[in-house]
């Protein structure tokens, strides 16, 4: 099930900041960037992995964040378009590390660095499940 | 069914402004002013109605926001509180208009003041649906 | 400085709906919407209307929502993008009165729509002031 | 200026959970509970420290989050109260690092915990500024 050396595949979403991201130091509110990150991983995860988090919603199935770490670089402003990579970092029985990666759209500057762990729940309960065969196939581009 | 003539009593929630409420402009973010009101009902239904939002969703029930107005007079800034005054303003058989006032709390100077309709739904398919005898009865208070 | 009879262009914006929207009930949080229509003016002050935000605050101004109305008629889900149509009602002295209506992007079915007042404020003290004759050029398109 | 060896005080926030504070997952967003943090480190810089954000902003000053770190341990719900304790875990010339956990109020169970790294910053360019000599007195307590 472990699936070591494997080297995963990068993808990339591309998001507006809106006004209500920004805080009162006129930057993108510094929580807002783990949402970009989330809104990423489920962009990609339907156009990239070939399973959106409604299906995995319909199959019983939902991800909890397990550990959110985060460095920032620099600060998003309004009117700026972040360009997000994440990576598989690691496929585990219970859960998928993904790394990742955020870059200012225009100068490709770096914005923020960092990594999540998701775990796998069992939507009505909320108790971690085994990642499916199917789905570690899938997470394993 | 209809509670004309009925004055409803008028209930208070204080509420502390949090840093992650203010926006650019130094201000609390104008969409947060309706989460407010929102908490303060919710704080509302369980202290002062004896129905905890909870106690609605046990039963298969939720309540959608169906009109939301508000009228802002003065920015509320960090370190504020605010004291938001509620009161049904008339209950129909799908639904509560419920009108609301905002106070900064200290010199009780006026921040918002405006109203909303719920609706109360079916919880599993978000159809409207008539609202109890019993909850009719706790909301004519 | 009225522009009374003046027919207003209608513009649009879509936006995709983020994972941080959702609430508890499945749908885009309630006061999301009006951060969806804040976003969609800042994009069309841009893009429709020729002077962005920055360009407003570089001047000293900013925007202040005085008042706000929205009436929901469909929830936005996971996944969904919407389309916001919004045009100038009404240019005032101190103020602009935008129309909007939210569009499911699709099918078209009609999520929520109203209206927001604007008051143009100066930055520095958040004192409404008049609208400048360039300003009020660009809005009468 | 380095503190080594030195051991701060742990203080205590409460917070009351906000209905616009929980997600799709029925469990509070997992980027709230950084704002939560922030909120206490609000409160406490002004109840505890002697010295309220208003005041560093007034002196020049703002605070950045650079590194960010939590570990969920276990979802917060509507209606629950969450207990946040901070401490400084080390003042550095430019920054301090604070070490969090957060306990669900009544049983005293495990919400999250983590660390935050702050760099103080010239409020006007956000450049990092080093720490004043009073305000690491302060923050030595």
Not at 88 to 111: A, I, P, Q, S
Request: glycine content about 8%; some cysteine; aromatic content about 10%.
């Amino acid at each position: 099930m472990e699936a070591e050396n494997h080297v995963y595949s990068t993808f990339e979403t591309v998001l507006q900041v809106r006004p209500d991201d920004i805080d009162m130091n006129q930057h993108v509110h510094n929580s807002r960037y783990l949402d970009y990150v989330l809104a990423a991983r489920y962009d990609q995860m339907e156009r990239c992995y070939g399973m959106s988090m409604q299906a995995f919603l319909d199959r019983g199935f939902s991800w909890y964040v397990k550990v959110a770490h985060i460095e920032h670089k620099r600060g998003l402003v309004l009117g700026d378009k972040v360009r997000i990579r994440t990576r598989v970092g690691e496929v585990r029985r219970h859960g998928v590390k993904v790394v990742f990666e955020m870059l200012r759209e225009g100068d490709g500057k770096e914005v923020a660095a960092g990594y999540c762990d998701y775990v796998m729940v069992n939507k009505d309960n909320g108790r971690p499940t085994a990642i499916p065969e199917d789905v570690v196939a899938k997470y394993s581009v």
